[in-house]
């Protein structure tokens, strides 16, 4: 496969989300999943995916240390649009071990802990999430950050070794939002409040209008150290240093 995805990645290149979306469910069936952080771009790609094949495979990875909007999302949207998510949990024994040698608030202390958190939090369950497929789909976009900037819709993912699809790649917030209000697709509360970026509750705050929108996110920390952990290969930021195209969701 690793082989056959640039016929792929040439094919979509210019093709619409939805478009996109038809093409990749038709090619890997239930070999495809698509990875739902409950923020406004996977909503969008959730009501879409849905409304092709509403047997299509969408995966939550549950940390543990999401804001309770967050679960709201997933009961409006498992009720309204009859989604059946997968939800992936933490192993127990690995995040009982951490807290107790490392304290509840671990990921403030320094950059360590916070990729330790995220590692055990996301990092292997998503490794389980992936394990029964062949290729997955993710909300990211490219104006979202300096390190999604060369992000295409068709990537091939070194990390997890299958195809990546971004079918977002392209649109803008505005575009976004747009399809939101226009299919009144259910969307979490906070996006109303200021978080336009929504991951665990301790690491995500409100941002000023005119900040980054990946402000709020490790706002504690140096911006060329914010992306979670997902993103890492072998310890480093593959996106950031390299420029290729191995990176991962949060
Ligand atoms: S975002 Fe924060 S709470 Fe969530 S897994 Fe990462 S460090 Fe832990």
């Not at 478009?19 to 959730?46: H, M, Y």
């Not at 490392?102 to 055990?120: D, H, M, P, Q």
């Not at 999604?148 to 068709?154: G, I, M, S």
Request: proline content about 4%.
């Amino acid at each position: 496969m690793a082989s056959d995805f640039k016929l792929l990645q040439q094919e979509l290149k210019q093709a619409s989300a939805q478009d996109v979306l038809v093409r990749v469910l038709a090619e890997f069936g239930n070999r495809i999943v698509l990875a739902s952080s409950l923020g406004a771009e996977d909503q969008v790609l959730t009501h879409m995916a849905f409304s092709i094949n509403p047997d299509v495979r969408v995966f939550v990875l549950d940390t543990g240390r999401l804001h309770s909007e967050t679960y709201d999302v997933i009961a409006e949207t498992q009720s309204k649009l009859g989604v059946k998510y997968e939800i992936y949990f933490p192993d127990a024994k690995s995040v009982e071990d951490m807290v107790n040698e490392k304290g509840i608030n671990l990921f403030y202390a320094s950059v360590e802990n916070r990729k330790t958190c995220c590692g055990i939090r996301k990092v292997e369950p998503l490794r389980r999430a992936l394990s029964s497929a062949d290729a997955w789909i993710t909300g990211l976009r490219r104006s979202q950050s300096v390190t999604r900037a060369k992000l295409d819709t068709v990537e091939w993912d070194d990390a997890h070794n299958m195809l990546k699809v971004n079918p977002l790649a392209d649109w803008s917030e505005d575009d976004v939002w747009q399809y939101i209000k226009s299919n009144s697709v259910p969307y979490n509360a906070l996006h109303d409040v200021g978080f336009p970026s929504i991951g665990c509750a301790p690491c995500t705050r409100a941002i000023a209008p005119g900040e980054d929108v990946r402000a709020g996110r490790w706002w504690w920390e140096d911006p060329a150290n914010k992306e979670c952990g997902l993103h890492v290969v072998d310890g480093k930021l593959v996106r950031a240093k390299s420029g290729d195209s191995k990176e991962v969701f949060e």
